[in-house]
């Protein structure tokens, strides 16, 4: 079956540092979105990607945060200099849609910790 | 404004029981989709179930099945014969439109032997 992929699963850095989330979205899937999960707490929506630009992005996604397709299959999120609050689970989520009706998929995630 | 609730932060079941999960919503789209997703400690988050706004009858997937009280506003999940490896974080989630996906708090289900 297939599924949503992340890479690294955990990533250690310093604040300041500019880190890169990989994620590789279903293949025939068109919308992909990244959410991050603080610690003990709920899943927050960052951004949805569609047709390779952002179509809609949350208050959380400021300057700091950029999403970029290099490729046919990646989907990255790079955050320009890490903040301590960075620190969360990031999750990388794919539809084959945008609507209502239209399943998200989720990847594993990537645990982000910066010191 | 909180848009999706779940009031229950943690629930406990025994073993082959059913249990219901709490979650209701607040919107005045017309349109919208409601979505379970299971997180395990391993921290993955899986979908178990989705229901449409018109859709006419109750979502079920195998063992889960969503009690959709449209008027109340309300989507709860209920998991028959509840087993060990349902022990989990369960989040409730809804879509407005082509809006984004909002997540509620999250209830931590327990399933003791």
């Known amino acids: 079956e297939p599924e949503v992929t992340q890479t690294p699963s955990h990533q250690v850095t310093q604040m300041g540092q500019e880190v890169i989330l990989r994620c590789v979205p279903i293949s025939n899937h068109l919308y992909f979105y990244w959410y991050r999960q603080i610690l003990g707490q709920k899943v927050e929506f960052l951004v949805s990607?569609?047709?390779?630009?952002?179509?809609?992005k949350s208050e959380i996604f400021d300057d700091q945060f950029s999403v970029e397709r290099p490729d046919g299959s990646n989907f990255t999120l790079k955050i320009r200099s890490t903040k301590l609050e960075d620190s969360a689970m990031y999750f990388c989520a794919s539809s084959e849609g945008g609507g209502s009706g239209e399943t998200q998929y989720f990847g594993p995630g990537t645990r982000l910790l910066v010191l | 404004a909180q848009k999706i609730t779940q009031t229950q932060p943690g629930m406990f079941v025994q073993e082959k029981e059913a249990v219901t999960l709490d979650c209701t919503y607040d919107t005045s789209d017309p349109s919208y989709g409601l979505f379970w997703y299971k997180q395990p400690s391993s921290g993955e988050m899986i979908f178990l179930i989705y229901q449409g706004s018109y859709d006419q009858q109750n979502a079920t997937e195998g063992r889960y099945s969503l009690n959709f009280q449209k008027a109340r506003k309300s989507a709860n999940l209920v998991i028959s014969a509840s087993q060990l490896g349902d022990s989990a974080m369960y989040f409730c989630?809804?879509?407005?439109?082509?809006?984004?996906?909002?997540f509620g708090a999250g209830t931590r289900l327990t399933v003791k032997p």
């Open positions: 990607f569609y047709n390779n630009e952002i179509s809609e």
């Open positions: 989630a809804m879509r407005e439109g082509d809006n984004d996906m909002r």
